[in-house]
């Protein structure tokens, strides 16, 4: 039931991602160190972007208080198990090796549908360490598809971050998770 949830839930969503920078802590919204053609071959199919906006006086200032409501919140999940006791779960826990790992806690998506609260990320990212263990880097925020450019501005300043949604999904039939780490020609099917 939860992957049925996760699969019906992902396709309507639009995602925002802040980073923090792995030794200052310093917040960064995605943009700020953009995906490189390579990062991004074979994805921009499945990625529709929010179209980049001249930065005003307060934009900074509202992202640098969404910032620091965020880092204060989610301190307390650097510790992998921290999060999942709090309900946070692993993103297509099958997948290994992934880049950026995504937990997910489905309370905070369905109330990112109705209303923003820079203390509540739907996902923790986590990236995993030379020794294997995971190291969180930033969080995610979601918004209902049906959001215009400026309802998204007025979560997270789109000068600052760009807001992206996921189009084009392809996923294996139900019950079908083993197939969820199939290859084809070096790349995933799903």
Wanted: proline share 6%; hydrophobic share 45%.
């Amino acid at each position: 039931m939860r992957n049925q949830l996760r699969a019906a839930l992902l396709p309507t969503l639009l995602v925002m991602s802040l980073m923090f920078a792995a030794n200052t802590g310093a917040a960064f919204a995605q943009v700020g160190a953009p995906m490189s053609t390579a990062d991004m071959s074979g994805i921009t199919a499945h990625l529709e972007l929010t179209p980049r906006w001249s930065m005003t006086p307060g934009d900074s200032i509202r992202a640098s208080a969404i910032a620091n409501d965020l880092r204060l919140a989610i301190t307390k999940y650097r510790d992998v198990r921290i999060a999942e006791a709090d309900g946070f779960r692993m993103f297509a826990p099958q997948i290994r090796n992934q880049r950026v790992y995504h937990f997910t806690k489905n309370l905070w998506a369905l109330e990112n549908q109705f209303r923003f609260n820079p203390g509540k990320p739907t996902s923790l990212l986590y990236r995993k360490d030379n020794r294997g263990d995971f190291v969180l880097i930033g969080a995610m925020y979601t918004a209902p598809k049906r959001y215009t450019a400026a309802e998204l501005d007025a979560r997270i300043p789109i000068s600052v971050a760009q807001w992206h949604k996921h189009v084009n999904w392809c996923l294996p039939p139900r019950r079908a998770t083993e197939r969820w780490t199939e290859i084809r020609n070096g790349r995933p099917v799903f």
